[in-house]
């Protein structure tokens, strides 16, 4: 976990395992709620952890009502992982669990998912933030699929995934599976939503450390 007043989910995912052996090296993806939170000894802090870039997931209200102290910087990234004309077609009746509505939303946001990972794939050496509202749904499906691409096991990830609080490890496992049955395997997900062979192979060398 870091410090960083005034969020109140924010770590590093440094030191997960990869189910060869290896592992997340340290200070390059960090995951946390909305940065929009952070007081001046917050953002100090984020420009003092070598913060090379920030994805922000949120939609397009809650960044009207919260912009983000970084707005502007060129650090950061305004990359919506819901896809808002998508999402017009939701059936909330179908989506009425979690585990439900995160199923719905990796079919319905293929394309977005694939824009907040090629901006970790392709940030500047240095530490990535991934973040939304409670760095919980949004963070966590994004985070998952990207760990899922440096080979970590299913486990770890929900071991990771239920670290913030009222998470629950199957609702993970559950879109993990969905992807599987549906596409195969998270890669071909993302390459059957335009992320390129060569991009995932840039996110998978950036996170391992072996």
Not at 47 to 54: C, E, G, Y
Not at 56 to 69: H, V
Not at 176 to 192: K, M
Request: glycine share 10%.
């Amino acid at each position: 976990m870091l410090d960083w007043p005034d969020c109140r989910n924010v770590r590093d995912l440094g030191g997960v395992p990869t189910s060869d052996g290896g592992r997340i090296r340290s200070g390059v993806l960090i995951r946390a709620d909305d940065l929009a939170h952070l007081t001046g000894a917050g953002i100090d802090a984020v420009r003092a952890a070598n913060v090379r870039r920030i994805v922000d997931l949120r939609g397009s209200a809650e960044i009207g009502q919260q912009p983000s102290p970084f707005a502007g910087d060129e650090r950061y990234r305004w990359l919506p992982f819901i896809d808002e004309v998508a999402d017009r077609e939701r059936d909330p009746v179908a989506e009425a669990t979690l585990l439900a509505t995160y199923q719905g939303s990796v079919r319905r946001n293929g394309r977005t998912i694939v824009a907040g990972l090629r901006a970790v794939a392709g940030a500047p050496d240095g530490s990535v933030v991934v973040h939304c509202a409670a760095g919980k749904d949004r963070t966590g499906v994004l985070v998952a699929l990207a760990l899922s691409v440096a080979g970590v096991a299913e486990e770890d990830i929900a071991a990771d995934y239920v670290l913030t609080a009222e998470s629950r490890p199957e609702t993970i496992l559950g879109t993990l599976e969905h992807i599987v049955e549906r596409y195969g395997d998270v890669p071909r997900y993302l390459r059957r939503h335009g992320m390129a062979p060569d991009e995932l192979d840039a996110l998978r060398s950036r996170l391992r450390d072996d």
